[in-house]
C-alpha cells in the first residue's frame, strides 16, 4: 500500500518501517499496528476504503473508526471487535450486559454522554470502577472521572460501540425530556433549566426544544409514526406503537401554529404555504444513531394536519435470518431468490412490512458481483452498493419510464416499489423475461389473491406463466409481553380452529405491565404465507382457472395460508385470538 501523503494530519506509519526484530510476532506486530492498518490485515476494509477514510478525516478530524463506520464500510460490532483485538483490550456487546446500580451512581450522566462512557461494575475492595467506551485512549475523559469521584481510582476500560453507549445510557440513566418543563415555559416565559441542561446546543426557542423532544420521544417507544392532529380547541398528539394508534399528548391549540411552522422548516417545505399539501424529509441522531423522518402535511378543516413517518435504518434493514420468520419460511424465501430470472412478488396492506422484507432478501443476495438497482416512492432507507432512485412527478420519472431506463444500466437484479398499473407491470414482466431478477409489491390480501389482481391490472395469463417466481403475503402482529401474558385453557371454538395443529393444553392472553407499558404486548412479529409457482400452478394460471381450484392445487403440495401460520404463532405461545383476528379474517 502507498503510505499516505505526510501531509494529512492522520498519515499511516508504513508497516514495513516498523516491523518487529527477529523473535518478535506477527500478532504482536499487529497489536501495535493502527486501527485502519489492522483492519486491511484482517481482510475487512480495503486500502481505497482506508484512504477515503482519510480524506475525510482531514476535513472533519474524527476518529478513522468512527469514519469508517459512519461511510458504512464497517459495522459497529466490527469495528469494536477489531479495536479490541488491536489494543489487546476486551470489547463487550452492551445489549447482554448487566449494569451495577453503585457503578452509575458513581458517575453523572451528563459526564457520560458527554465522553462517550457507561460505568458497569464497582469493586469496593480493590477500589476499581469499570467502564464501557468507545476510545480508550480518551485521556481527557478518564481525567475528568478522576477529578470528579477519586484520584486513585483504579479505572478499567472495556470497548464497546459508541451508539451502543449513548442507547444503554439511555436505558440504564433513563431520560428526561422535560416536555412538562418546556410547555410550563412556553406559557410562562420562565427558563426549563431541566431541558437545558439535557440539550447539547446552546439556549435555544422552546418551541425547537418541544418539537425535538417530541421526536425524540417517540424513537425511543420505538413508535413507527408521529400524529399531529389538530383539533377545534386543542393539539392531539398520537404515536403508532405496535401498528396501534395511543394518544400521548393534548395541548392548548395556541401551541400548534409554532410547532406546525419548526416542522416544515426542518424538513424544507414552503412555510408560506397551508391550503395545499406538501412532503418532506428530516435527518437527525438520536441515540447515536441516524434517524430519518418522511413528514406529510394535509390541510384540514382545523388546520394542517402533520404526520411523521419514522425511519430507523437499524431495525428496517434486518438480516432475512433475524426477521423472525419461521424456517421453511426461510428455506422457501432462498429458494425462491436462488432463481436467476423472474418476478418475486410481496403482498399486503400498508405498514405490514413488505419493505423491510424486500430489503432483507436484497441484503441476502447484496455483494460486489451483483448490479442491483431499485426504483422506489421514495427511498425508505439507504443500502451500500445498490443503485436506489426516487420517483420524481417534476421530470416525469414514473415506474414504467424508471424500469425503461433502468433496464439501460445493466442491472442483475431490479427493485419496483409498487406495480400499479398495466404499463408498469408489462415493464416489470418485460424485464423478468430478459433474464432479470425483479422483486415488487402488490396491494392484495392474500398470496394466491394477487394472480387475478394482475390478470385485472391486464397481465395476460400466457405471461405471467413461467415468469412469476413466487409470492410472499405478510402480516404483522403484536407479540405477547413475555413478562405478563396469562396462561388459559382453549375454548371450544378456539379448540376447534387448532384442531390439525395438534392442540396445546394452554395459550396465552395479555394482561399489562409496565415492561409493555400496560398494554400487555410488546414488538410485532411477522406471519406469512409463501406461495411458489411451479409449472402444475403455471398450467391452471393459462387456462384461467378459479381461485378455488388454485388454492385447491396449492394446499396440496404444502401451502398454508396467512392464517395457519397465525394459529402456529398462537399454539407457541407468541400471540394471542384477539391479535390474530384483527388483522387475519378467521370466519372461514
Known amino acids: 500500500m502507498k503510505t499516505p501523503s505526510s501531509a494529512a494530519p492522520s498519515a499511516l506509519p508504513n508497516p514495513r518501517a516498523s516491523r518487529p526484530q527477529a523473535g518478535g510476532t506477527d500478532r504482536a506486530f499487529s497489536h501495535r499496528l493502527p486501527i485502519g492498518q489492522f483492519?486491511?490485515?484482517?481482510?475487512?476494509?480495503?486500502?481505497?476504503?482506508?484512504?477515503?477514510?482519510?480524506?475525510?478525516q482531514a476535513?472533519?478530524?474524527?476518529?478513522?473508526?468512527?469514519?469508517?463506520?459512519?461511510?458504512?464500510?464497517?459495522?459497529?460490532?466490527?469495528?469494536?471487535?477489531?479495536?479490541?483485538?488491536?489494543?489487546?483490550?476486551?470489547?463487550?456487546?452492551?445489549?447482554?450486559?448487566?449494569?451495577?446500580?453503585?457503578?452509575?451512581?458513581?458517575?453523572?450522566?451528563?459526564?457520560?454522554?458527554?465522553?462517550?462512557?457507561?460505568?458497569?461494575?464497582?469493586?469496593a475492595d480493590r477500589h476499581c470502577l469499570t467502564i464501557a467506551i468507545a476510545d480508550p485512549n480518551d485521556l481527557l475523559a478518564l481525567d475528568h472521572l478522576r477529578a470528579l469521584i477519586a484520584a486513585d481510582l483504579v479505572i478499567e476500560t472495556v470497548l464497546a460501540g459508541e451508539s451502543e453507549i449513548l442507547r444503554a445510557i439511555d436505558q440504564h440513566y433513563g431520560y428526561e425530556l422535560s416536555i412538562d418543563g418546556i410547555l410550563h415555559e412556553i406559557e410562562t416565559g420562565e427558563i426549563d433549566f431541566r431541558s437545558l441542561a439535557s440539550a447539547t446546543d446552546e439556549y435555544s426557542q422552546p418551541v425547537v426544544r418541544l418539537i425535538d423532544a417530541i421526536l425524540t420521544d417517540a424513537v425511543k417507544r420505538e413508535a413507527s409514526d408521529i400524529h399531529f392532529e389538530p383539533e377545534a380547541g386543542f393539539l392531539r398528539i398520537r404515536y403508532r406503537i405496535d401498528g396501534i394508534l395511543r394518544q400521548i399528548r393534548a395541548l392548548h391549540k395556541s401551541y400548534w401554529p409554532a410547532m406546525a411552522v419548526r416542522l416544515k422548516v426542518m424538513s424544507g417545505m414552503n412555510i408560506a404555504e397551508t391550503r395545499a399539501p406538501q412532503d418532506g424529509r428530516i435527518s437527525l441522531s438520536v441515540g447515536g444513531r441516524p434517524i430519518d423522518f418522511r413528514c406529510s402535511v394535509q390541510p384540514t378543516i382545523h388546520g394542517e394536519n402533520i404526520v411523521l413517518r419514522i425511519l430507523d435504518r437499524q431495525k428496517g434493514i434486518v438480516p432475512l435470518d433475524q426477521l423472525g420468520l419461521r424456517e421453511d419460511h426461510i428455506a422457501q424465501l432462498e429458494r425462491m431468490m436462488a432463481r436467476p430470472e423472474g418476478i418475486i412478488l410481496v403482498t399486503g396492506p400498508t405498514g405490514s412490512g413488505k419493505t423491510t422484507t424486500l430489503y432483507s432478501m436484497l441484503n441476502q443476495i447484496n455483494h460486489e458481483g451483483i448490479h442491483i438497482m431499485t426504483l422506489e416512492d421514495p427511498v425508505e432507507y439507504p443500502l451500500s452498493l445498490i443503485r436506489q432512485t426516487s420517483l420524481n412527478e417534476a421530470v416525469k420519472l414514473d415506474f414504467a419510464n424508471g424500469?425503461?431506463?433502468?433496464?439501460?444500466?445493466?442491472?442483475?437484479?431490479?427493485l419496483v416499489g409498487e406495480i400499479r398499473d398495466e404499463e408498469t407491470a408489462n415493464m416489470a414482466f418485460r424485464a423478468a423475461?430478459?433474464?432479470?431478477?425483479?422483486?415488487?409489491?402488490?396491494?392484495?390480501?392474500?398470496?394466491?389473491?394477487?394472480?387475478?389482481?394482475?390478470?385485472d391490472i391486464g397481465v395476460l395469463p400466457d405471461i405471467m406463466a413461467g415468469n412469476i417466481i413466487g409470492i410472499v403475503a405478510q402480516r404483522l402482529v403484536r407479540r405477547l409481553c413475555p413478562h405478563c401474558k396469562k396462561a388459559v385453557a382453549p375454548s371450544q371454538e378456539e379448540m376447534r380452529r387448532l384442531a390439525r395443529l395438534a392442540p396445546p393444553p394452554m395459550i396465552y392472553q395479555p394482561?399489562?405491565?409496565?415492561?409493555?407499558?400496560?398494554?400487555?404486548?410488546k414488538g410485532r412479529l411477522a406471519i406469512m404465507e409463501v406461495l411458489r409457482l411451479d409449472a402444475d400452478i403455471d398450467e391452471l394460471i393459462v387456462r384461467r382457472a378459479s381461485r378455488r381450484e388454485l388454492e385447491q392445487l396449492a394446499i396440496a403440495k404444502g401451502f398454508r395460508t396467512l392464517a395457519d401460520d397465525g394459529l402456529r404463532r398462537i399454539a407457541e405461545g407468541l400471540t394471542s385470538f384477539a391479535e390474530l383476528a384483527r388483522v387475519v379474517d378467521l370466519t372461514n
Do not use: W
Not at 469495528?79 to 451512581?105: C, F, H, M, N
Not at 424500469?403 to 431490479?414: A, G, L, N, T
Open 511 to 521: 394482561v399489562g405491565c409496565p415492561r409493555c407499558d400496560y398494554q400487555g404486548y
Open 39 to 56: 483492519l486491511i490485515a484482517e481482510g475487512v476494509i480495503s486500502e481505497d476504503q482506508l484512504r477515503i477514510a482519510l480524506l475525510e
Open 59 to 123: 476535513k472533519v478530524n474524527k476518529p478513522v473508526g468512527r469514519l469508517l463506520v459512519e461511510l458504512g464500510f464497517v459495522s459497529e460490532a466490527t469495528l469494536r471487535d477489531a479495536l479490541g483485538e488491536s489494543l489487546g483490550k476486551k470489547a463487550i456487546d452492551l445489549s447482554r450486559a448487566t449494569v451495577a446500580g453503585e457503578a452509575l451512581r458513581l458517575v453523572p450522566r451528563e459526564l457520560a454522554k458527554r465522553h462517550r462512557l457507561l460505568p458497569l461494575d464497582f469493586d
Open 433 to 455: 423475461m430478459t433474464g432479470h431478477q425483479v422483486y415488487s409489491t402488490l396491494h392484495t390480501n392474500s398470496a394466491l389473491g394477487a394472480i387475478p389482481r394482475l390478470l
Open 403 to 414: 424500469i425503461r431506463s433502468m433496464m439501460r444500466q445493466d442491472p442483475d437484479v431490479i
